[in-house]
């Protein structure tokens, strides 16, 4: 690892966790009995874990220092005004509310800003986030930029917004008929692509004209901050400090995945500048969570949330960070392996298209791809097409997203460069043999967030 554009680890390794690998014979047992859904897999049976970033970080000594000192009184813990005086500090919004992971905060947040029938606009959708919104009688719009939908076309900010998409959609149903825009920093289902601060300015100033709230899923916002400054000009010399403060002073609140950029297992929060707005979340945070105090987390994990949240806007770690996703991803471009362009913040996703243009949608090629990848070499990874879309709730038929991906997910510090060759290898051999993969269908179909739980068969 002498190659410059691959920092090596910035950190060094204090306590291990071993990970043996099982026989083909019985990966195929293992892949069968999951009924090729990857979420079904027991992570005994997994050798290099690429299932999710979620709550699979690794954290550093401090954090686990921090984990000593939790105050798990029932309210006023200590560890919560440590939290808040963090993200107050980090992210400058006035009020936070701790939930027990990301999906929480979304809960409260579509309860209290969205009134049935109205619109909430957003650089597409994630599952959780769409979820809460559509049950609280909200209309999911996707309003990102054409370019985030085509997995080869290069865009340094692909998860910008349309503004003429959303100029539409306030012309077509008034600022009353939307609730907010749901701005993702980054947008994990167009294969972590970044947002522009340029835009994210231009979007806050068209919403103020027409007194529209922006909300952000502020999930990997250090790893959108990255991008700023290698890609946005002016940016090259801010820290990213300064630039995740930047981002959330053209928001009004946001909500946040402890599980991803905040370097913790489990947590989330919800923030907001709205007095009255915060007061309504404190009331619903009781009901669905927890006291304002602690919201569904440990004193401990609080603690360790904080702390994971100074760490995770240093330059070192956030360099590193990056290109070691980009590492595995430059490896499979240079095999001719094809994948979503220009590579994402915490993935790398295979295009299943291109990969096994021998299948049609409908017979769940990413959903194939990705239990092969399995069986052929104990990684694990997820499907993200159209099983993860789901279905539509009227007309009850498949949504067909554009974008057909296999998601390679790269848990924080967990991974060495070593373990990225062990999985760029394996899939490049898979790749001079895809004509083998075969289709799937559904033999159990849940009716919601169905790729967790469905069951398939080989066609
Ligand atoms: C993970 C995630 C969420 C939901 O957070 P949880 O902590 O898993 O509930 C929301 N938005 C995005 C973009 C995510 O990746």
């Known amino acids: 690892m002498l190659d410059k554009r691959y920092p090596a680890e910035p950190f060094r390794i204090k306590s291990v966790e071993p990970v043996t690998m099982i026989n083909r014979e019985q990966r195929e047992e293992v892949v ?19 299932l999710t970033d979620s709550g699979t ?16 009184a029932y309210a006023g813990s200590r560890n919560f005004y440590h939290l808040q005086e963090t993200v107050q500090e980090l992210f400058g919004f006035k009020h936070i509310v701790p939930t027990h992971q990301g999906r929480g905060a979304e809960n409260i947040l579509s309860h209290i800003a969205i009134k049935p029938g109205q619109y909430v606009p957003g650089n597409m959708y994630f599952t959780t986030t769409r979820y809460h919104q559509e049950a609280n009688g909200g209309i999911f719009k996707d309003i990102i930029i054409d370019d ?10 692909k998860g910008n917004i349309d503004l003429n998409k959303l100029q539409a959609l306030i012309d077509e149903k008034g600022p009353e008929g939307i609730a907010y825009v749901c701005l993702a920093v980054t947008v994990n289902l167009a294969g972590g692509q970044p947002v522009s601060i340029e835009n994210m300015k231009a979007v806050r100033a068209l919403c103020n004209k027409h007194g529209i709230r922006v909300f952000y899923d502020a999930t990997r916002c250090v790893e959108n901050a990255y991008f700023i400054k290698e890609r946005e000009e002016g940016y090259a010399d801010k820290s990213i400090k300064d630039i995740v403060h930047e981002m959330f002073s053209y928001a009004d609140g946001c909500t946040m995945s402890g599980k991803k950029d905040c370097l913790t297992n489990i947590g989330g929060f919800l923030c907001m500048n709205d007095d009255d707005l915060f007061l309504e ?27 994971g949240l100074k760490e995770s806007i240093q330059e070192e770690y956030i360099e ?13 471009l240079e095999a001719g392996v094809p994948i979503v362009e220009p590579i994402g913040g915490h993935a790398v996703f295979l295009d299943a298209r291109r990969f096994c243009p021998h299948l049609t949608q409908e017979e769940l090629p990413a959903q194939a791809l990705a239990a092969r990848i399995y069986l052929e070499s104990g990684v694990r990874t997820m499907e993200r097409g159209i099983v993860s879309a789901g279905r539509d709730k009227n007309t009850g038929k498949n949504h067909a997203p554009k974008l057909e991906l296999v998601r390679l997910t790269i848990p924080r510090r967990v991974y060495t460069y070593a373990h990225m060759d062990i999985v760029a290898e394996s899939i490049i051999d898979l790749y001079k043999n895809k004509e083998s993969i075969r289709g799937l269908r559904f033999i159990y179909e849940p009716k919601m967030l169905r790729f967790f739980t469905a069951r398939f068969e080989e066609i």
């Open 281 to 307: 979340a404190k009331e619903l945070v009781v009901v669905y969570e927890g006291m304002p105090s602690y919201g569904g987390m440990a004193g401990r994990d609080m603690e360790a949330m904080a702390i």
């Open 57 to 72: 970080n690794a954290m550093s000594d401090r954090q686990w220092a921090g984990i000593m000192v939790g105050d798990e």
């Open 32 to 50: 069968k009995k999951a009924g090729y859904n990857t979420f079904l897999i027991d992570s005994k049976d997994v050798y290099i874990d690429l």
């Open 148 to 157: 985030a939908h085509d997995s080869i076309k290069y865009h340094p900010f």
């Open 320 to 332: 590193h960070r990056i290109k070691q996703v980009r590492y595995l991803g430059d490896r499979l």
